[in-house]
């Protein structure tokens, strides 16, 4: 069992970032469901609007979030 700190951090242990290859500035996606606070960790050729794949390597978007973007 972890305890929150008073600015709502937990510590995730050393042998879940070691099993999942976490390091430090790697971006989690956080959600909740029923009670439960999902911690996913974010690929990095994902979209950062919108979670899909992106295509672009630089900007990290998906083709649909770029071209909103143009418009
Ligand atoms: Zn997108």
Do not use: A, W
Not at 19 to 47: A, F, Q, R, W
Request: proline share 1%.
């Amino acid at each position: 069992m972890r305890e929150l700190d008073t600015f709502g951090r937990i510590l995730i242990p050393k042998e879940i970032r070691k099993e999942l290859n976490i390091n430090e500035g790697d971006k989690l996606h956080i959600s909740c469901i029923d009670n439960t606070v999902i911690l996913k960790k974010v690929d990095k050729n994902i979209c950062d609007k919108c979670g899909e794949k992106s295509y672009t390597k630089q900007l990290n978007l998906c083709q649909e979030c770029m071209e909103k973007l143009l418009i």
